[in-house]
């Protein structure tokens, strides 16, 4: 699946204003696109100006946003979970998707985005405190580390550059419980940096590292795969896999697994 430019797929502004209800979202020249970014960012206003801004920026930038949309990643899933959630741009994103489509601004060709329940864990307390200041009970997020919290029952668990940050052991104990969690068909969405990529890997790498350590949350070790081995490892597990390279755009090299719970846990 290609991801294609955000260029070309927007309806145009007359048309988007013609649709536009009485309270607007975003300003009136905005494109859907713009006025999109503007929705899901917004909510981040209330936490502080570094939220708001790497909200923007991210949502932006980062090509796995989009696609989540642009080709409805969640289906018909309504009961999702977001592992290591950060300060819940997911939640931000399908909640301001809905907002947008509800006041007639929407990218043309898209599918309409459906509502869902979204709950997130996080380890780190100030991703947690951002992600409630901005969302407030409208995103339900747990504090703790993923490798311990309860993940009780989901349709679809999402995991989106986390997996690298636990040790491999303990990825095969987390993807055995993400497994368990979901019924037979769930959905499994995660994203992995494709150690198998050189440079661009290392660079992703390096780059996340620093992200992290400026955001105060000190030098984490990560622990990467080729993504041969990650779809090996999925399929001993349980789940059929499909491999999406999810960074264009960017000089990343992540990648995303889309994975459906089939056959009983093989280990
Ligand atoms: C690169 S960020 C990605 C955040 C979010 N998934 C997104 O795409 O915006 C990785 C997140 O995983 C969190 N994390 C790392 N290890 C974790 C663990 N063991 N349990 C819960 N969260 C964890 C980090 O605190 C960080 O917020």
Redesign the pocket.
């Known amino acids: 699946m290609t991801v294609p430019d955000t260029a070309g797929t927007a309806a145009t502004a007359p048309q988007a204003l013609a649709r536009r209800p009485a309270r607007p979202i975003g300003a009136a020249y905005e494109s859907p696109w713009n006025a999109l970014l503007s929705a899901a960012a917004e909510p981040y206003r209330r936490a502080s100006r570094f939220a708001h801004g790497f909200a923007r920026g ?1 949502l932006a930038l ?1 090509p ?1 946003f989009r696609a989540f949309l642009e080709h409805d990643l969640l289906g018909g899933s309504k009961d999702v979970l ?6 819940g ?2 939640a931000a994103w399908l909640q301001g998707a809905w907002r947008c489509y509800q006041s007639g601004l929407w990218p043309r060709g898209w599918p309409p985005p459906r509502a869902r329940a979204l709950r997130g ?4 307390g100030s ?1 947690v405190a951002r992600a409630r200041r901005a969302l407030g009970g409208a995103f339900h997020v747990t504090q ?4 311990h919290v309860e993940l009780g029952t989901a349709d679809a668990i999402v ?4 997996l690298h ?2 040790p491999p052991p303990s990825q095969i104990e987390l993807l055995q419980r993400i497994r368990a969690a979901l019924g037979h068909q769930g959905l499994l969405l995660i ?1 992995v940096g494709a150690a198998d990529s050189g440079l661009r890997f290392r660079f992703t790498q390096e780059l ?1 590292r620093f ?2 350590l400026a955001r105060g ?1 000190g030098w ?1 070790k990560t622990y990467c795969r080729p993504i041969e081995e990650w779809c090996s490892l999925l399929r001993a597990l349980g789940f059929d896999n499909d491999a999406t390279w999810m960074s264009r755009g960017t000089p990343f090299a992540n990648v995303l697994l889309t994975c459906r719970a089939c056959t009983a846990s093989g280990s």
């Open positions: 991210k980062d796995v977001d592992l290591g959630c950060g300060q741009l997911l864990i996080e380890l780190m991703e703790g580390d993923i490798r995991a989106l550059d986390v940050y636990l994203r996340d992200i992290l949350h984490f």
